[in-house]
């Protein structure tokens, strides 16, 4: 596992990886141009699971660019809500969350 040492490291690698699916969901969307009925059906079907899962990507690259912007700031690590230290064990697991755990949103 990567440590939080390296966060800059750690949230571009991400960031290029994310990238990477944006393109290729991108790229497969395209490629649905089928005419048979039931073939295009099931292209549709799974272009809503592609979208989803791009759509995801998108609010993750969001995520990632703020907390390059903390990063840069010097601000990366402290939760944006209450200014406490974000644990390293939480940010190894989530490196762009913003939140010490108990500011996190539950759902």
Known sequence: MQTVQ????T?????EQLNTRIAEI???LESHQS???SELASERESDEVLEEMGLSAQHEIRMIEAALV?????EYGACVTCGAEI???RLELLPATPFCR???PRR
């Open 6 to 9: 390296d966060p800059k490291t």
């Open 70 to 74: 903390r990063v840069e700031a010097g």
């Open 11 to 15: 949230l571009t690698t991400r960031l």
């Open 87 to 89: 644990s390293p064990e």
């Open 26 to 28: 991108d790229a497969e």
């Open 35 to 37: 005419k048979d009925w």
């Open 102 to 104: 108990d500011c996190a």
